[in-house]
């Protein structure tokens, strides 16, 4: 027994100790230290598989999207589970750089359930570029770039495993790129398919979705770094082609004027859009162009006010609005929930966190804290009557101002809100971020905050970052010292395994540093 506990503690005194801060903020203190890393441990597990509100591996199996984004929530945690589960994911992805939806992890097969009736489509037009997104950011925690060269096989049920076609993971990633590439629509912009991350909003025909086109940019600008830091300039100036082409057509076709549309027709209306009357703006449809660095700064910042100005509300951002007040087949399953609840308006708390790195990429730091306090359950004690759901894991969604029932979480535990708001609390508030070439110190804070401390380990070796903002400025890093020696700009070289390093950052007003 005492042995149990012993072991049971000494894995989680590992697992949490790869990060913990000390800011002027208890609640966002107690969620980073301790229970938002428990709950992506969690998520990495069980995927969306079985839970109170879920049916387990029976029914749906473990999805390919939402595991990729489970993997980038624990890496730093357990790189060696988070490496065995990306070798599962990368066989289920199929030979044209698509991905499986979803595979039942003990036989390995996929789940070929209800998107693949007769005659519907199956493909999703985002999962595969997830991969890339987990692989590189294994690869950036790790420094283990071997893994870009294991043979692992390509998805094929009706092919015994020995016989499927296998090639390295880096060929996994670059078919990955193809996809969205050669499957696009009357605007060149990528195909919806079945469904992007909003697995509702199914339409008919060769849709286009925006968000496919910015998670696409995105993976690009993964690939483009990976390439360039294995010297494989070619490759890399080939794929920066490619980003400027998809940033062209999503700023010729897509600009609404105050926000990007969120979704093409097959016909070619826009859906997102100020022509609409109701679905008017979607969240997402903001924030990965300002991800994926396809929006100008001016776009950027005129599409995040928006997003301020229509959908935020005191108790998150809901993913759209208006919400749909009757069922239409032609737009699928996001018609049939009542406005303001799921993917129907209501605040679905996975898609907050990207608002969030999306303002902290614009230098917002009051902003972008405002927006993780909004939805932080460890702030929740005074609204817990309302709110419901315990108070130290994400809810998958909290119903919207729309709904009679406004501020009541649902579905707690289950939700890539885990993994997202942990990058987004870590990576971009703290701005402590893992790169090819070192760790990144690029915090984003509210500007009342004069000082704040990181403990993170990068690669076996230990950090002590110690930032002060005496100038009380949300962003900008004016002077960095490794072990008490000024370095330019802002990026820590890795150190040896096992050595403890201290720096200290002094923030100050300098134009920020790009994403
Ligand atoms: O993106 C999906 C996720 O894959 C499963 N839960 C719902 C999300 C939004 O539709």
Redesign the pocket.
């Known amino acids: 027994m005492d042995e149990s506990f012993a072991k049971l503690k000494a894995f989680w005194d590992h697992y949490l100790g790869q990060l913990q801060c000390q800011t002027p903020d208890a609640a966002f203190d107690s969620m980073v230290n301790i229970h938002n890393p428990r709950q992506c441990h969690t998520t990495f597990n069980w995927s969306?598989s079985l839970s109170l509100y879920q049916l387990g591996y029976g029914a749906r199996g473990m999805?390919f999207?939402?595991s990729t984004q489970d993997v980038m929530g624990a890496v730093a945690s357990i790189p060696n589970e988070a490496k065995v589960l990306l070798r599962k994911l990368m066989s289920v992805q199929n030979p044209d750089g698509s991905a499986m939806h979803q595979f039942f992890p003990l036989t390995m097969e996929a789940n070929e359930g209800d998107s693949r009736e007769e005659g519907t489509k199956h493909t999703y037009g985002d999962d595969h570029l997830w991969g890339v997104l987990a692989v590189c950011a294994y690869i950036k925690e790790t420094g283990d770039y071997g893994f870009l060269d294991e043979a692992t096989t390509y998805y094929d049920k009706c092919l015994p495993v020995e016989q499927r076609e296998q090639a390295p993971i880096l060929d996994h990633l670059l078919r990955a790129m193809n996809y969205p590439k050669e499957n696009v629509g009357q605007h060149g912009l990528p195909l919806l398919g079945f469904a992007d991350?909003?697995?509702?909003v199914n339409l008919p025909g060769d849709a286009e979705s925006l968000f496919n086109a910015n998670l696409y940019g995105t993976a690009l600008r993964e690939l483009i770094a990976l390439l360039r830091h294995l010297g494989k300039d070619e490759s890399a100036d080939a794929f920066e082609k490619d980003w400027q082409v998809m940033r062209e057509r999503v700023n010729t076709h897509a600009w609404d004027g105050a926000w990007y549309v969120r979704y093409f027709k097959e016909n070619g209306e826009p859906i997102g859009s100020k022509s609409n009357e109701e679905g008017k703006i979607f969240t997402n449809g903001q924030s990965w162009p300002v991800i994926s660095g396809f929006a100008s700064e001016e776009r950027a910042k005129t599409a995040l006010d928006s997003v301020n100005e229509h959908l935020n509300t005191l108790n998150g951002i809901q993913l759209s609005g208006p919400g749909y007040t009757r069922y239409d087949p032609e737009k699928g399953g996001v018609t049939s929930y009542p406005p303001g609840a799921k993917?129907n308006g209501g605040i679905?708390l996975?898609s907050n966190p990207w608002v969030m790195i999306a303002e902290t990429m614009l230098g917002n730091g009051d902003r972008a804290f405002q927006y993780y306090n909004q939805i932080n359950p460890a702030a929740k004690n005074d609204s817990i009557d309302s709110y419901e759901i315990e108070p130290y894991c994400y809810a998958?969604n909290i119903l919207g101002d729309e709904h009679p029932q406004f501020g009541l979480g649902r579905n707690s535990w289950l939700s890539?809100t885990a993994s997202w708001t942990y990058q987004a609390a870590t990576q971009y508030i703290l701005g402590v971020r893992p790169s090819h070439e070192g760790l990144i110190i690029d915090p984003c804070v509210p500007k009342a905050w004069d000082q704040f401390m990181v403990v993170r380990k990068f690669r076996g070796a230990t950090y002590r970052i110690q930032i002060r903002n005496p100038e009380q400025v949300c962003k900008g890093i004016a002077e960095l010292k490794v072990d008490g020696v000024p370095i330019e700009g802002n990026c820590v070289p890795p150190a040896p395994s096992g050595t403890s390093i201290s720096v200290e950052a002094i923030m100050g007003s300098v134009a920020p540093v790009p994403a």
Do not use: I, K, S
Not at 197 to 200: E, K, L, P, Q
């Open positions: 969306r999805g999207r939402d991350w909003n697995d509702t993917e679905f996975h998958q890539g």
